[in-house]
């Protein structure tokens, strides 16, 4: 099982939305603890090491770290401007 660890700027951006939305991303973490690479996961074109997977309008930009059994969350935002801050 992977540890899921949210960075500063994905925990602000979580922390701003509403209690539902918070819930669904929430739950989305913990899936990625379980699967890293869950279906639908995509590669971020650009980035090597970063991948992203939909929740509702929003995308969760991660990298995984295989030898240390953790995944990093480096940002969460709404699908039209979530790659401009990466």
């Not at 509403?18 to 929430?26: A, E, K, R, T």
């Not at 309008?57 to 480096?74: A, G, K, M, S, W």
């Amino acid at each position: 099982m992977y540890k899921v660890e949210v960075g500063h700027r994905a925990s602000k951006f979580m922390h701003k939305l509403d209690s539902p939305l918070q819930s669904l991303i929430v739950r989305k973490l913990r899936e990625l603890e379980q699967d890293p690479r869950p279906a639908g996961y995509k590669r971020v074109q650009g980035y090597k090491d970063f991948y992203r997977v939909r929740c509702v309008d929003y995308r969760i930009v991660y990298t995984i770290r295989d030898t240390q059994l953790l995944v990093l969350v480096i940002q969460i935002g709404h699908r039209r401007d979530v790659y401009r801050k990466i």
